[in-house]
């Protein structure tokens, strides 16, 4: 090789070692995001389920009410206290934010 050549081949070789480097961690990366996804989906059910059972329990705690119950009255006035905000069944409750888009 000349003396003009070999600059330039080790320059040729730096980069396709940098975008060999760069390319195992995007792997890596991905791989990594991949796997958190998938360790959130029993939490997620888990907590989609105890919503359902908390909106059930709301949803007879205001048929009490309605009802004249003073002690569901009582347990829905204490909790407006601890500022715990409970919708009435069938009242639009605000909707959980959309996850973000890939960018």
Do not use: C
């Amino acid at each position: 090789m000349s003396r003009r050549g070999l600059p330039i081949a080790l320059l040729a070789v730096a980069v396709l070692l940098q975008l060999a480097f760069q390319t195992v961690q995007l792997v890596r990366e991905s791989q990594l995001i991949a796997t958190i996804d998938r360790n959130q989906d029993g939490p997620l059910q888990e907590a989609t389920r105890l919503r359902q059972a908390t909106d059930s329990l709301v949803g007879d705690l205001y048929q009490l009410v309605q009802g004249g119950d003073v002690a569901a009255k009582q347990v829905v006035d204490e909790m407006a206290k601890q500022n715990i905000v409970l919708h009435a069944p069938g009242a639009a409750s605000p909707a959980p934010p959309a996850p973000e888009a890939p960018k």
